[in-house]
């Protein structure tokens, strides 16, 4: 099956294209000069994963080596060329779909609306909170649900996601952090996926066990046809479906199936940069992860993010209730279990009513307007 396609840009559409591949250029000098520039100095930012062997540690010993390099020399050897193409193309894609905003059916704006929450539930309600941390069960029909939900998001393989994130998790603010934010803000955003990988990174990722996961019908079925599924359910899908209604095909297309996914791509790499520089650090003050109620607004939750890596293995990724703090994941996969789709919910309050014991605080008090509170410590 033949993906490409040709584009005949209008007047119209001429300033999206040059707009967005200047900003692209911009996004990428800062993601790269954010890997060398961020809050810490290489040297002092902790390994994570410690070498098991002397052939690991020769592999580690030339990538530190070749981060000496002469900037030209330095990028020319850690810019990964086809996931940079992939990443600017979409943007180019999205920035294009943006005039078409005035011209789409009032049918359009609201499937963009729901499609963005659809996908964005395939990763905060499935790859991350029931496949990467295990904090709720499903039955299989809502597994496979979530599955096309993620499929729509198209951030990789469940696989691969779960995999990367539970190195994250393990190995936070270090060497063997997948988007470690203490390598800059645009890397941390959108950088690491321009780049190569830290073999420390990949080496931690190599000995995760998945065993938990992997064998899992939906789990398999995705990664089996990878990347057509998901480009399929990314793209094809709201093509098609916007045909229902008589939209346009390529206006489904653009802003359906590029500017939906982008925005998505945007929300989930807020929680890695974002989320992790800004914000209040109530459940561990020694960790950067923080109470962003900025970017819990568009991820649906993700933002209370001091919780969610005291505690990942919360399924509300939030201390508090919807109603105290906006997470409509968390009403999601509540209504599942309403349904008998979704049990054996975990939460962390007792873990936390002991770190408040163990650390002696005197004062626990919330804060903020209701949906968005946050809670100080003292």
């Known amino acids: 099956m033949n993906y490409s396609m040709s584009i005949e840009l209008s007047n119209d559409n001429d300033w999206a294209f040059w707009t967005s591949a200047s900003i692209l250029f911009l996004s990428i000098l800062f993601a790269v000069a954010g890997s060398h520039s961020g809050s810490e100095k290489p040297e002092t930012i902790p390994d994570g994963y410690i070498a098991h062997n002397v052939e690991e540690q020769a592999i580690i ?219 209040e650090t109530p459940y561990d003050f020694h960790a950067n992860p923080a109470e962003n109620p900025c970017v819990s607004l568009f991820t649906l939750g993700e933002g209370w993010h001091s919780w969610h890596h005291a505690f990942p293995n919360d399924y509300a990724a939030s201390e508090f209730g919807v109603s105290a703090q906006f997470n409509p994941t968390k009403l999601w996969i509540d209504t599942g279990a309403k349904l008998g789709l979704v049990w054996d919910r975990k939460r962390a309050h007792n873990q936390w009513q002991k770190r408040i014991e163990r650390n002696g605080y005197t004062e626990v008090e919330t804060k903020g307007m209701p949906m968005f509170k946050v809670t100080t410590v003292k």
């Open 61 to 279: 010993d030339e990538y530190e080596e070749r981060q000496k390099l002469p900037h030209i020399q330095w990028l020319i050897k850690n810019v990964r060329v086809t996931m940079s193409v992939y990443v600017i193309s979409v943007h180019v894609l999205a920035l294009t779909a943006i005039p078409m905003l005035l011209e789409c059916k009032w049918q359009t704006m609201v499937a963009l609306l729901v499609l963005y929450v659809l996908s964005c539930l395939g990763i905060t309600g499935g790859v991350h909170r029931m496949w990467a941390h295990k904090s709720y069960k499903a039955s299989g029909p809502y597994r496979f649900l979530m599955m096309i939900f993620n499929s729509m998001a198209n951030q990789g393989s469940i696989y691969h996601w779960a995999r990367d994130h539970r190195v994250h998790h393990k190995y936070s603010e270090t060497k063997s952090d997948p988007h470690n934010a203490l390598r800059g803000f645009f890397f941390s955003h959108m950088g690491w996926l321009f780049l190569k990988k830290d073999p420390r990174v990949r080496m931690a990722g190599d000995r995760l066990s998945l065993a938990d996961i992997e064998n899992l019908p939906e789990v398999v079925i995705q990664r089996n046809n990878d990347p057509w599924w998901n480009l399929f359910w990314c793209f094809g899908f709201p093509t098609l479906l916007s045909l229902v209604w008589g939209e346009n095909a390529k206006i489904g297309f653009f802003v359906l199936g590029a500017l939906r996914y982008v925005l998505g791509l945007h929300a989930t790499w807020a929680v890695n940069s974002f989320a992790h520089m800004y914000g």
